[in-house]
């Protein structure tokens, strides 16, 4: 048995940089979020120099997401994650996913947030739940999500260029 997980430090989770994150399951909060919690917590014990506090904005797309944004939402973004190695384990609170934005709440201030300056990297967890290809590769343009984003998207969404002048699309 490890020692008891204590929360972030008072002043670690504050960030001047954010990694938006689409699909916050469980691999990308077993690494990622790891990861950035690790350099997050060095750099506020001055083990690390870096210009940028990075952070991440968790996003979900789906409404099956709408679960994850009220649980991390009302946990302040925090969780634990139970590290387990050939000798031992232990719980550490993970503390680098500062904000949740659940987009069918509210598309235009969620597109809005997410073009905003402090993102500087948009990534994605795609799992095979996501991948509806047929089986001879192509896309399974009969599924019920894919027909949804052909039907309602066509192409490109309309207004990103004018939300988002910042970035090059």
């Not at 979020?33 to 750099?43: E, H, I, S």
């Not at 934005?101 to 990534?123: G, M, N, Q, T």
Request: glycine share 10%.
């Amino acid at each position: 048995a490890g020692s008891a997980a204590s929360l972030p430090a008072q002043g670690a989770r504050e960030a001047t940089a954010h990694i938006a994150h689409i699909g916050v399951g469980g691999f990308h909060r077993s690494h990622l979020a790891y990861v950035t919690d690790v350099l997050l917590t060095k750099q506020h014990a001055g083990e690390v120099k870096a210009a940028e506090r990075w952070g991440i904005i968790g996003v979900g797309l789906m409404p099956w997401d709408k679960k994850m944004a009220e649980v991390l939402t009302k946990q302040d973004g925090l969780y634990s994650l139970l590290l387990r190695g050939n000798a031992a384990a232990s719980a550490r609170v993970i503390g680098s996913i500062l904000e949740f934005v659940f987009v069918p709440a509210d598309p235009e201030a969620a597109l809005a947030r997410l073009c905003s300056a402090s993102v500087r990297i948009v990534s994605l967890t795609v799992t095979e739940k996501g991948y509806y290809r047929c089986t001879d590769g192509s896309l399974d343009r009969t599924a019920p999500l894919v027909k949804q984003d052909i039907d309602e998207w066509g192409g490109r969404p309309q207004g990103v260029n004018s939300v988002c002048s910042h970035l090059q699309l």
